[in-house]
């Protein structure tokens, strides 16, 4: 699938690379990000997993970069069955780039790409129910709430919890 390099207001996003697995592992690393997208429990595990990633076709991943440095990383999975064609997106960013917009740039930038340049009518994203920050920044985009997800996602502590279920029509974009 086509990875394209994409600019919003302040960030650029461009394809993923292998060269990109040390920074991209750092930030998976880091607490304030693996609370909301769990890896493997070790290192090693998580560069694997990250290199396995940006290898699978059907999840296109771009690097997030602020100032020339990578901050991120935005993916997106398309379901390609032409009666319930839609695409979904999820996202993370260091956490010393969190609160400063950058995670509503990125998401509106590739929300736009798959919007106009892909021809999607319909968005989805399922953070989990209380992450609070993610909510705000894809509502800040035009993403509205849909439901829960009633015991979505198994976390570190081995508990399933709730996400919501949020989508995004073509003129919702915002
Ligand atoms: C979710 C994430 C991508 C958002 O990116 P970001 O750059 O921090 O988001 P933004 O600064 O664009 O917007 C965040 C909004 O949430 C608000 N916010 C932050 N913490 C909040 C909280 N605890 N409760 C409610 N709102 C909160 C901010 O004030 C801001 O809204 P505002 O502009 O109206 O003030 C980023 O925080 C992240 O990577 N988190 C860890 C990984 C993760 O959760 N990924 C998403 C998985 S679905």
């Not at 086509?2 to 960030?11: A, K, N, Q």
Request: glycine share 8%; net charge negative.
């Amino acid at each position: 699938m086509e990875r394209p390099t994409l600019h919003g207001t302040s960030v650029t996003l461009r394809p993923a690379g292998v060269a990109d697995v040390p920074a991209l592992t750092a930030i998976r690393a880091t607490p304030e990000v693996r609370l909301w997208w769990r890896g493997g429990e070790a290192l090693a595990d998580l560069a694997a997993e990250i290199t396995a990633d940006l290898a699978d076709e059907s999840t296109p991943t771009l690097v997030i970069e602020h100032e020339g440095r990578v901050v991120g990383a935005i993916q997106w999975h398309a379901e390609e069955e032409p009666d319930y064609r839609h695409a979904g997106i999820d996202v993370y960013l260091d956490p010393s780039a969190h609160g400063h917009g950058l995670g509503t740039d990125a998401v509106r930038t590739l929300a736009r790409h798959l919007v106009t340049d892909l021809g999607h009518h319909r968005l989805t994203i399922d953070p989990a129910a209380d992450n609070a920050a993610a909510i705000r920044c894809y509502e800040k985009v035009g993403f509205r709430r849909v439901g829960i997800l009633r015991r979505y996602e198994r976390g570190a502590d081995g508990t399933w919890h709730d996400c919501l279920l949020m989508d995004l029509l073509a003129e919702e974009l915002s």
